[in-house]
């Protein structure tokens, strides 16, 4: 699908409001499975999400877009250059989708395989379970745009650092800092 994001009008829209439910009994984790399919039928719906997306040059712009008690989606956008750097989900299950562009994902594979490179065009989704890290990248020429779900939502991301002898931590931030 190609679609001209200067050009693609916007209208308003309100994010999904959170889901109460019983504190006495939360709600099991979405398997990846499921957070897949949540991006891919939204990626297929551009009409949700395209007149919301924004372009930042300062660095990638993103937008939750919504959040329930037991999973939430966020729509990101990239430009060339631009990426997060290795980081996990804070314990959370996800999945994402590429819905216009490439972007590039690197991610340590059990230590007999080293660093995995995937290339990512745009319909590509990679799903992941809770103790996974990678750095998402746009090493292309032009912009992308990703949809995001996770499960249960997002408390804290850590960030990483490669190294010789592996990743290191150099810092956690929480939901505040989104």
């Known amino acids: 699908m190609s679609i001209d994001l200067a050009t693609t009008p916007a209208a308003p829209t309100t994010p999904t409001a959170p889901v109460t439910g019983s504190p006495a009994s939360p709600r099991q984790p979405l398997s990846p499975n499921a957070l897949r399919r949540i991006v891919r039928d939204l990626a297929e719906r551009p009409e949700r999400w395209l007149h919301r ?16 008690e037991d999973y939430e989606v966020w729509l990101i956008s990239w430009l060339p250059g631009q990426s997060t750097g ?20 690197l991610a340590l594979g059990e230590l007999e395989h080293g660093l ?33 779900a996770y499960s249960p939502p997002l408390s804290e991301m850590s960030h990483y650092e490669l190294r010789v002898d592996g990743l290191v931590r150099t810092s956690t931030e929480g939901p505040e800092q989104w």
């Open 86 to 105: 290795f980081h996990d989900h804070g314990g959370s299950r996800g999945a994402f989708t590429v819905a216009l562009g490439e972007l590039e994902e």
């Open 53 to 68: 997306v924004r372009l930042s040059a300062e660095d990638r712009w993103y937008e939750r877009l919504e959040l329930a």
């Open 116 to 148: 995995a490179v995937r290339r990512l065009a745009a319909g590509s989704e990679r799903a992941f379970g809770p103790q996974y890290l990678h750095d998402v990248r746009n090493t292309a020429s032009g912009p992308a745009v990703t949809l995001h």
